[in-house]
T-cell receptor, first 114, second 111 residues
Framework: GAVVSQHPSWVICKSGTSVKIECRSL??????MFWYRQFPKQSLMLMATSNEGSKATYEQGVEKDKFLINHASLTLSTLTVTSAHPEDSSFYICSGTPNTGELFFGEGSRLTVL | QKEVEQNSGPLSVPEGAIASLNCTYS??????FFWYRQYSGKSPELIMS????GDKEDGRFTAQLNKASQYVSLLIRDSQPSDSATYLCAVSENTGNQFYFGTGTSLTVIP
């Protein structure tokens, strides 16, 4: 299968600071990438669809000014959590789809906001 | 609103038994169907894709698709404790632009 890499795997930050998470497709070009959030023992929640070279499409209820998504190249999408607060603590997972139509996930990034 | 439904479980089976996981979906235009395995604290991992009616086998895993009844299932033969995880069903309209996930079924294989 295709490989999607996320960095960092773990991040701890103070309340009010911003955190950037990188998502790279290592062996395919991803015109579209998806960002999910998952709270403990809950299901995946799609946050936004990231489109290369254009603005991301956010799901209802997701603040686009708080969760900044940039997809500047076909292999890199970034999610920046701005002015993070403890309620933003979660598991953030990106994913991409090569031409096979299958969706492959990165390893996930666990954010803890103190 | 496209819906993908799964029993949340937990489903418990003894080691060596067959685990049967089911999923129904609401959108008849769905064309691609996927099963993911998610271990606790990890991200989902694709284990099976199925696109046509019938069965598709890969090792101990068999995916079954019935588009007329709008359900897809996953059978795990000779279940092992390492199969204990949450299994997510996902559907797509084949454009690769939207995927819809179920809430997952928690499986525990008892040694």
């Amino acid at each position: 299968g295709a490989v999607v890499s996320q960095h960092p795997s773990w991040v701890i930050c103070k309340s009010g600071t911003s955190v950037k998470i990188e998502c790279r497709s290592l062996d395919f070009q991803a015109t579209t990438m998806f960002w999910y959030r998952q709270f403990p023992k809950q299901s995946l929640m799609l946050m936004a669809t990231s489109n290369e070279g254009s603005k991301a499409t956010y799901e209802q209820g997701v603040e686009k000014d708080k969760f900044l998504i940039n997809h500047a190249s076909l292999t890199l999408s970034t999610l920046t959590v701005t002015s993070a607060h403890p309620e933003d603590s979660s598991f953030y997972i990106c994913s991409g789809t090569p031409n096979t139509g299958e969706l492959f996930f990165g390893e996930g990034s666990r954010l803890t906001v103190l | 609103q496209k819906e993908v439904e799964q029993n949340s479980g937990p489903l418990s089976v003894p080691e060596g038994a067959i685990a049967s996981l089911n999923c129904t979906y609401s959108d008849r235009v769905s064309q691609s169907f996927f099963w993911y395995r998610q271990y606790s604290g990890k991200s989902p991992e694709l284990i099976m894709s199925i696109y046509s009616n019938g069965d598709k086998e890969d090792g101990r895993f068999t995916a079954q698709l019935n588009k007329a009844s709008q359900y897809v299932s996953l059978l795990i033969r000779d279940s092992q404790p390492s199969d204990s995880a949450t299994y997510l069903c996902a559907v797509s309209e084949n454009t690769g632009n939207q995927f819809y996930f179920g809430t997952g079924t928690s499986l525990t294989v008892i040694p």
